[in-house]
């Protein structure tokens, strides 16, 4: 079992920025991939940035170059760093923990995180 916990959503307004925060109850080493997704009312969950175990960082086009991700391993945390926030960032921010045991992965969620791109 991995506990997420996101922190840091809010209001700010267009060409803002915001940080997230996800803490995880295990240590991250023995996670696959660590990810930010994020939806909308109505829409499916889409992804916006991943941080596997080794590998390259993804980030989702409508976000490169103002969105980046990045972790902690002393803290058991990642975070997204958001800026040139527009209303269409506008959603709850969902932190997502992968795990591989024996071939069989298993997704954890954090409860998620409102952000709110308004003027």
């Known amino acids: 079992q991995v506990h997420l916990v996101e922190s840091g959503g809010g209001l700010v307004q267009p060409g803002g920025s915001l940080r997230l925060s996800c803490a995880a109850s295990?240590?991250?080493?023995?996670?696959?991939?660590m990810a930010w997704y994020r939806q909308t009312p109505g829409k499916q969950r889409e992804l916006v940035a991943a941080y596997p175990r080794t590998g390259s960082r993804i980030s989702a086009d409508s976000v490169k170059g103002r969105f980046t991700m990045s972790r902690d391993t002393a803290k058991n945390a990642v975070y997204l760093q958001m800026n040139s926030l527009t209303p269409e960032d506008t959603a709850v921010y969902y932190c997502?923990?992968?795990?591989?045991?024996?071939?069989?992965?298993?997704?954890?969620w954090g409860q998620g995180t409102q952000v709110t791109v308004s003027s």
């Open positions: 997502k923990a992968e795990t591989v045991v024996d071939t069989t992965a298993y997704n954890y």
């Open positions: 295990i240590n991250i080493f023995g996670i696959n991939v």
